[in-house]
């Protein structure tokens, strides 16, 4: 009898293991799928973050210059955000029809890029702007107070 009951307790805690192991298993991977997206969109408010900190330690004057420069482009900014929003989601759509034309995802994918390419552009330009406004040594304390490009 007791030879019986050691044998079902031993299932039973076997069992109880696998369930265990299964389910801290089966956990990690739902608390990895979402936490990986937080996880980038902190990182995205920590490099904001810092760039305020960093805008903040400038020279009251070095920030005025930063500031009208892009609030007088604001709205030529905003709308070459909004262009690429809208070029991503055309390409959004067109992946997500059953059967897809690849020359049409080929020409969403080039108006993608010139879009992004607008707005890189022109940022550079704005760059080029407020640069020529600055002295040297603020156009130094300026890339110092920026974070550093990284992966």
Not at 75 to 94: C, F, G, H, W, Y
Request: with cysteine; net charge positive.
């Amino acid at each position: 009898m007791t030879d019986t009951l050691c044998k079902k307790s031993f299932w039973l805690y076997a069992l109880l293991f696998l369930s265990m192991t299964a389910n801290v298993f089966l956990g990690a991977v739902v608390l990895g799928r979402h936490s990986a997206q937080p996880a980038t969109a902190a990182a995205r408010v920590e490099r904001l973050m810092d760039t305020a900190q960093g805008f903040q330690a400038l020279k009251p004057e070095t920030r005025e210059k930063v500031k009208s420069a892009i609030k007088a482009d604001l709205p030529q900014l905003k709308a070459l955000r909004a262009d690429i929003r809208e070029r991503r989601m055309a390409v959004r759509a067109i992946l997500s029809q059953e059967n897809y034309d690849k020359a049409e995802l080929e020409k969403a994918f080039a108006d993608l890029y010139q879009s992004v390419d607008a707005l890189q552009r022109h940022g550079q330009q704005l760059v080029l702007q407020v640069a020529d406004s600055m002295t040297p040594d603020e156009r130094v304390n300026l890339l110092k107070a920026l974070p550093k490009p990284g992966p």
